[in-house]
């Protein structure tokens, strides 16, 4: 079946050709930060994660969002969700790979992860974070590929793959709940010390990753792949719609709390992604984009009656961008500044961190496309 990646237009082989450009350009940038250290980066001793960990972050939630589409198909017996199932389980193949990458050069020293498998500390939420991360590949892996190659023989599933279905399913939650954890966990991070964190990723995925697939299925279906019904797209974007309106509830309940509660060491990060300082205004643009960009999709997705396609496509669109921008790098930066010493540093991703994450979303989309290179010729019978 791989051998239907090797077959393919002058255009499909010059985006690939783009994205090894993108993969080379981020691979001699990190051969650099290999060389001279993370100095090289916006990051510091005041701000120790930034655009690495904030893409590792959204990318887990796109990754977890795969449960969406296991769901209807398995669960439900919702067959028209047949191909849309394995595209998202290639869609969380190709993110928990880019969430590896990401982890692995913020590292620093990428030697730093075999501590991990060869001193495991059960205690630890990062151990636990390997584990459901590099099991919740291999299911991805399994389910798509088998399933794919069942439809390519024109054969029914074998019945071992259904209990795997199923175990993806709490295993999709525990991903991203995980992530939540090491966070929410540092009490010293008051910004990201709450209860209501876990709850609130587990929103924004199922509404990101879903988006991600709409805006993924248009882009196929524009260059003539294949083409999804319309009933299937539109119960995508009621997922997303109701996804998206618990994500805005979440983060205006958390809002009013930090405000209302009146306590300086919560409420003054949020006084700084929304208002900034004199001198450090650089998350601002980004925050209130956030909340606009989720408020405007919201409404677009209640307000399409008949569903156009420009409309469903911009707001998936803003949907992304919404929430890569409140889980990235808003949740990441805004819980490093104000520090304990009430100082305001700076953060801006230099050159190399954002040739470096260019190049590892290079990774992720060149996998990405020759998996549904593969989908599309099984399903066009080529």
């Not at 590896?100 to 590292?107: A, M, Q």
């Not at 991360?133 to 793959?161: C, F, Q, R």
């Not at 966070?183 to 988006?211: D, E, I, K, N």
């Not at 979303?361 to 066009?380: D, E, N, P």
Request: charged share 10%.
């Amino acid at each position: 079946m791989i051998e239907k990646a090797f077959k393919g237009t002058s255009g499909y082989w010059l985006w690939l050709f783009f994205l090894f450009f993108l993969v080379i350009a981020g691979f001699i940038s990190y051969l650099r930060q290999l060389h001279e250290g993370l100095t090289i980066t916006g990051m510091g001793r005041d701000i120790s994660w930034g655009l690495y960990i904030a893409n590792f972050t959204f990318l887990v939630g796109i990754a977890a969002s795969a449960v969406i589409v296991v769901l209807p198909y398995y669960v439900h017996d919702y067959k028209k969700f047949s191909v849309v199932t394995v595209l998202g389980e290639f869609l969380a193949v190709s993110s928990v790979i880019m969430t590896i990458l990401f982890i692995t050069v913020d590292l620093g020293m990428p030697s730093r992860i075999l501590n991990v498998l060869f001193y495991p500390t059960p205690s630890s939420l990062l151990f636990w974070d390997m584990v459901v991360l590099s099991g919740y590949l291999v299911l991805n892996l399994i389910i798509g590929w088998v399933t794919l190659d069942a439809e390519m023989k024109e054969i029914e599933p074998p019945k071992w793959l259904k209990p795997l279905a199923y175990i993806s399913i709490p295993w999709a939650i525990s991903i991203h709940t995980v992530t939540a954890f090491i966070y929410s966990g540092l009490v010293a991070r008051p910004f990201w010390h709450t209860a209501l964190l876990a709850p609130r990723f587990l929103a924004s995925a199922f509404a990101s990753g879903p988006s991600v697939l709409v805006i993924l299925c248009y882009i196929m279906g524009y260059h003539g792949a294949f083409y999804l019904e319309r009933d299937i797209i539109k119960k995508l974007t009621t997922i997303i719609t109701y996804a998206l309106a618990i994500h805005i509830f979440f983060t205006l309940a958390e809002i009013y709390t930090v405000f209302y509660g009146n306590v300086p060491a919560h409420k003054t990060h949020l006084e700084f992604l929304f208002y900034g300082v004199p001198w450090n205004r650089f998350l601002m643009p980004w925050a209130w984009g956030s909340i606009l960009g989720a408020a405007i999709a919201f409404i677009l997705f209640l307000t399409a009656s008949k569903r156009r396609d420009d409309v469903t496509l911009f707001a998936s669109l803003l949907t992304v961008f919404s929430i890569w921008a409140e889980k990235g790098l808003g949740l990441v930066i805004g819980g490093f500044v104000p520090t304990v010493l009430y100082k305001f540093p700076k953060y801006i991703p230099t050159l190399y961190e954002v040739l470096i994450t260019f190049g590892i979303y290079g990774v992720g989309a060149i996998i990405l496309t020759i998996l549904f290179k593969m989908a599309a010729s099984v399903r066009q019978g080529n």
